[in-house]
């Protein structure tokens, strides 16, 4: 079972990644999935979620409007596209997956995978 997170790099304020994170050993499609993210000196926070039981999107109000969640069942991967990136969005990002959107403390972990916004 391995979720394998990419797509990180350095990008200037104003900028778009996109992440993507793909299983393997297990299906996405039957697990709430969801991104988080640690940034130097501060505690982990959720970021976005898609919840297994109708669907529904989730994000942080810091990242509402500028990032999007989505998944690919026929690949078994999943995405974070960020746009309008900001400084403070500079953390290292995980992908998640569990039963349902929460802290994802029971679930199965990327690596994490470091994003930087700078000039």
């Known amino acids: 079972v391995q979720l394998q997170a990419s797509g990180g790099g350095l990008v200037q304020p104003g900028g778009s990644l996109r992440l993507s994170c793909a299983a393997s050993?297990?299906?996405?499609?039957?697990?709430?999935i969801g991104w988080l993210r640690q940034a130097p000196g501060k505690e982990r926070e959720g970021v976005s979620c898609?919840?297994?039981?109708?669907?529904?999107?989730y994000y942080a109000d810091s990242v509402k409007g500028r990032f999007t969640i989505t998944k690919d069942n026929a690949k078994n991967t999943m995405y974070l596209q960020m746009n309008s990136l900001k400084p403070e969005d500079t953390a290292v990002y995980y992908c998640?997956?569990?039963?349902?959107?929460?802290?994802?403390?029971?679930?199965?972990w990327g690596k994490g995978t470091l994003v930087t916004v700078s000039s």
């Open positions: 898609i919840s297994i039981s109708d669907g529904s999107t």
């Open positions: 050993g297990f299906t996405l499609a039957y697990y709430a």
């Open positions: 998640a997956a569990d039963s349902w959107c929460g802290d994802f403390s029971g679930g199965y």
